[in-house]
């Protein structure tokens, strides 16, 4: 079964780093503590994560050199230590990112932009910024409070696939992770989620 399945088609595709759940929770209470009446849409904690790469629709055999690519990719270990909020005011969007871009996150960052690259993808051209979007849709420029920092071993590199679910809104997938191996499903990913309601 190929991965462009009956679902792909609908998917723009990134890699990523996905927080565990004890990251995300935390994560989650930093922006209900002060974000709700300030943004149409929070991100919901399900698919809260920090982009490394983002793909488009790339051409079905690109799709999938991509998924052996990343299962094939070594776990990382990363040391993430979250201090500051920002914001992108032309996309209403508030995020929160680290202090500077660690050495070890802009190695992954180039290396899989190299490997993307070989193997046909198209890339952005702006610079890395690493940031975990809190919430879309802000209506104001927002008054930035302090936080209380959010430390995150990232260790989970994923490639993950967005699907409208509304006007202007995504939910997202993760399709395959890295040190998955050769023959991990992405195809058995992406036909099992064509039936779910809640991307």
């Known amino acids: 079964m190929s991965v462009t399945g009956t679902l792909l088609p609908a998917r723009r595709l990134f890699l990523a780093l996905w927080p ?21 849409r929070l991100q919901p904690a399900a698919d809260l994560h920090l982009t490394l790469h983002f793909l ?35 996309a209403g969007v508030v995020w929160l990112g680290p202090a500077g871009t660690p050495p070890a996150l802009n ?41 209380r920092p959010v430390d995150w071993v990232a260790e989970d590199l994923v490639l993950a696939g967005s699907v409208p679910a509304g006007p202007g809104a995504a939910r997202y997938r993760v399709l395959v992770r890295a040190g998955d191996g050769p023959g991990s499903g992405l195809s058995g990913e992406i036909q099992r989620s064509a039936g779910e309601t809640d991307l």
Request: hydrophobic share 45%; glycine share 8%.
């Open 107 to 147: 190695r992954l960052h180039d290396d899989l932009g190299r490997a993307l690259l070989a193997a046909g993808c198209t890339l952005e051209r702006r610079r890395f910024c690493p940031h975990v979007t809190l919430a879309r849709g802000i209506r104001r420029p927002a008054r930035l409070p302090a936080i």
């Open 56 to 90: 488009g629709q790339p051409e079905a055999e690109v799709v999938e050199r991509v998924g052996a690519l990343v299962c094939d990719w070594p776990r990382p270990s990363i040391r993430l230590r979250l201090v500051r909020y920002g914001q992108f005011r032309r």
């Open 20 to 40: 565990p759940p004890a990251v995300r929770a935390a994560i989650g209470a930093l922006s209900a503590s002060w974000l709700p009446g300030l943004a149409d």
